[in-house]
């Protein structure tokens, strides 16, 4: 099971450039709202055509601008699952999901074994006569995902499914469609611009921004070491400062002013380095002299958050007037606890000793 | 008292309404798909006899339809029959002058059906077909049913138009607002007056309709129909 992607599309306000290659397995689609996710997978169905470039499923061609092949999406058989989930409101759950089976099953009996058999797998016995209007928003997923398994789809494409719902249920969506997708034998694109999602969901990833794709990598991979600064912000690093090479294994954190080392190798050409707030550990004044990667910081703020501490600090080596004005400002966090016995033993709220782990240290272009 | 006018009316009425529900419709549907600067002048020209006098609209369809013009002359040859006054040439007047009522009425109800609906039907392999009957028809449906009875109305009150194309001949083309006319004119008060309380019962219970549909709309949390037909 394998799709291929490279398609452009000039949008006026900026231009869809994506390419990539999922091969079966669930692979996210990470990126900023507006940054053409949900365009790629309209594009991917057939909903949109692109200016140019190729669409290949399991060598099946969908689009091939050269070719002029574009695929009408009725021939494509993939399925979509809406951000809105989009059920057709004047019919029953019953008629919306044997919608589904009209294309292609005309025996009416099969039909209606095939429904049950999927509303008991959905869990929506009981709801075959209910309008999608008097559904609650996880039943309306359910509902919409029924729909889209009875029309054996090759591809899955879904377009943040759970933008649509509340917290809580979330959570527990998230973990029935976990369940589903594993025993979906195609590959499943999963667009989402939440990074817990697609790290929870998905094998692989892509970042996207502005239109443009990055290579599709392992998940793991972009979590553990992003290479570019985009890739970063979107993996939620929060701390960065500009940086040059100052010798082997270090570089100078030119926005906070200090030598730090790094483990491992740094891309050619970088420019930034990035620390996760969660990675940066207070240290004890008295402790702090001589130890490596260590700096004193001026605390601004301390801010208590649900379930940890966010403390914003400014280097006080931090000097340079070109600097960012982002990148001016250091955010730790951990937990209230850590915190708190560390205010026990150090009493000097005005400043604060912070330390980072050389392998923490990601840099990045 | 003679009930040819009310037959008449009625049936000029329902049958230009018939013709105009499926024209407007198709009409709003394909504009809307049209390039803009296109769509705007369509829009424009279908739009015209909602705002020209009803004497205008008159005058032109003579000119298309009357026995010496290419049209009228044409049908005449063929067909051996007159296109204007007979009882059927006030549904060309009606129709002309309703089509814009629905085809605006319609028009709105499309703009507002969601698109992604009928997306989400292509990709289950519905046919194009199917997906217009089924989905955006049903979804769309009460402003449509609004749109056809504000042209029902139109068509049943129209005047101007189908006096000038249609005449009063008395048993023929006589129609409910040209008799209240004729009768007036000829000082027959009294009976002026019967039509004139056939008229606003019939158009009462129209707007009743209409304000019905309205209701049911508002409950369902859709758009609401405009009466002037415009968005």
Redesign the interface.
């Known amino acids: 099971m394998s799709l291929y992607v490279d398609i452009k599309k000039d949008l006026g306000s900026f231009v869809l450039e994506t390419k990539f290659e999922a091969d079966g397995g669930v692979t996210g689609i990470l990126g900023a709202s507006g940054c053409g996710k949900s365009m790629t997978l ?1 594009c991917i ?3 949109l055509k692109p200016d140019e470039g190729r669409i290949e499923l399991d060598g099946r061609v969908f689009f091939d601008s050269e070719k002029k092949i574009n695929l ?3 021939q ?5 699952l ?1 951000q ?1 989930y ?1 059920l ?4 029953t759950v019953w008629q919306n999901l044997m ?2 089976l ?3 099953e005309k025996d009416k009996t099969r039909a209606a074994s095939a429904i049950r058999l999927v509303m008991e797998k959905f869990a929506l016995d009981g709801l075959e006569k209910r309008k999608p ?1 008097q559904l609650s928003g996880g039943q309306q997923q359910r509902v919409a995902l029924a ?2 398994f009875l ?1 054996k789809p090759q591809v899955l494409l879904l377009d943040e499914p759970f933008s649509a719902l509340d917290d809580f249920l979330k959570w527990k969506l998230e973990l029935e469609l976990a369940g589903l997708l594993e025993e979906f034998p195609g590959s499943t694109l999963f667009v989402s611009h939440s990074r817990e999602e697609i790290y929870r969901l998905c094998d692989r990833v892509c970042v996207m921004e502005q239109g443009s794709s990055s290579p599709v990598i392992p998940v793991k991979q972009l979590f553990e070491a992003p290479v570019s600064r985009a890739a970063a912000v979107l993996s939620g690093c929060k701390n960065y400062s500009r940086a040059r090479p100052a010798g082997e294994n270090r570089v100078y954190a030119s926005d906070w002013g200090v030598t730090l080392e790094y483990q491992g190798e740094a891309p050619r050409d970088f420019k930034y380095i990035g620390v996760r707030s969660h990675y940066i550990y207070p240290v004890l004044s008295k402790e702090a002299k001589g130890k490596k990667n260590t700096f004193c910081c001026e605390i601004i703020r301390v801010i208590e958050d649900v379930f940890s501490i966010v403390i914003i600090l400014k280097p006080k080596g931090a000097a340079d007037p070109e600097a960012e004005a982002g990148n001016r400002q250091i955010r730790a966090e951990m937990t209230k606890d850590a915190w708190r016995e560390f205010c026990r033993c150090e009493k000097n709220p005005g400043e604060l000793w912070i330390f980072m782990e050389s392998r923490d240290i990601m840099v990045l272009t | 008292m003679d009930w040819y006018p009310l037959y008449n009316s009625l049936r000029i009425a329902l049958i230009s309404s018939v013709i105009v529900f499926f024209t407007g419709i198709f009409a709003a549907y394909y504009i809307a798909k049209l390039h803009p600067v296109v769509k705007g002048i369509l829009d424009v020209v279908l739009t015209l006899p909602l705002v020209l006098p009803p004497t205008v609209v008159g005058y032109f369809l003579l000119v298309v339809l009357g026995p010496r013009r290419p049209v009228g002359a044409w049908v005449l040859e063929v067909f051996h029959t007159r296109l204007v006054m007979t009882w059927y040439s006030g549904i060309f007047a009606a129709a002309v002058v309703a089509f814009p009522l629905m085809y605006r009425t319609a028009r709105g109800a499309f703009e507002s059906f ?1 698109e ?2 009928a ?9 194009n077909t ?1 997906i217009f009957w ?2 955006r028809m ?2 769309c ?1 009460q402003g449509i049913m609004a749109g056809a009875v504000l042209a029902f109305a139109r068509a049943l009150g129209e005047y101007g138009a189908t006096s000038m194309i249609a005449g009063y001949t008395p048993g023929k083309t006589a129609t409910i607002s040209t008799t209240v006319y004729q009768l007036w004119r000829t000082d027959n008060d009294a009976l002026a007056f019967r039509w004139v309380v056939v008229n606003v019962v019939i158009s009462a219970i129209v707007l009743l309709i209409v304000n019905l549909l309205e209701k049911r709309e508002r409950a ?1 949390g859709k758009s609401v129909v405009h009466l002037s037909g415009r968005n």
């Open positions: 309209r169905a057939g909903i009408k999406p009725q494509r058989h993939v399925g979509l809406f809105n989009a057709f409101p004047t019919m919608a589904a009209l294309p292609y209007g729909r889209i029309s | 969601d992604t609906l997306y989400s039907g292509q990709t289950l392999g519905l046919s199917y089924k989905i049903p979804a449906r369902s």
